[in-house]
């Protein structure tokens, strides 16, 4: 028979408490999980590919008293502030005005418009980066 070792709970951490406090903030604004996901007019298996997580885990927070982690919240509250207005003034060209009582398909739609622009910022700021560091060898 194998002996288990159980190791007694640890305080949280500061900083852990303070990210749990964000969550819960989030948690008074917005509702829990799943009125996020109503107010982003996302099904459960559309939201859980945006957040980059399995289904399982969706399904256990919604369910659960403690609910999903906190990073959860700050993420879900970025999508819903980045459906309030644009935050690359000059960059979008159009506002974000969904009706959310319709298909949830024209806001994923926005968002995998916005990840591709995102994406091509990245490569333009790496392509920036590269080019200061061959100039800064060539000049030493």
């Known amino acids: 028979m194998e002996k288990v070792t159980t190791f007694p709970e640890r305080a949280p951490s500061a900083l852990r408490m303070t990210y749990r406090a964000e969550a819960s903030q989030i948690r008074k ?11 982003l007019g996302l ?21 659960s008293k403690q ?15 980045s459906l309030e207005r ?11 005005d969904f009706d959310l ?3 949830p398909q024209p806001i994923w739609n926005r968002i995998q418009q916005l990840q591709r622009q995102l994406n091509i910022w990245r490569a333009l700021l790496l392509i920036h980066l590269l080019v200061t560091v061959l100039i800064l060898l060539v000049w030493v």
């Open 29 to 39: 604004k917005h509702g829990d999980l799943e009125d996020i996901r109503r107010k």
């Open 43 to 63: 099904s459960k298996r559309k939201i859980c590919q945006l957040l980059l997580v399995d289904p399982s885990s969706w399904t256990r927070w919604t369910q």
């Open 67 to 81: 609910g999903a982690p906190p990073h959860i919240y700050r993420a879900l509250e970025w999508y819903l502030k």
């Open 86 to 96: 644009p935050y690359f003034k000059g960059v979008l060209d159009e506002n974000l």
């Open 101 to 103: 009582q319709q298909s």
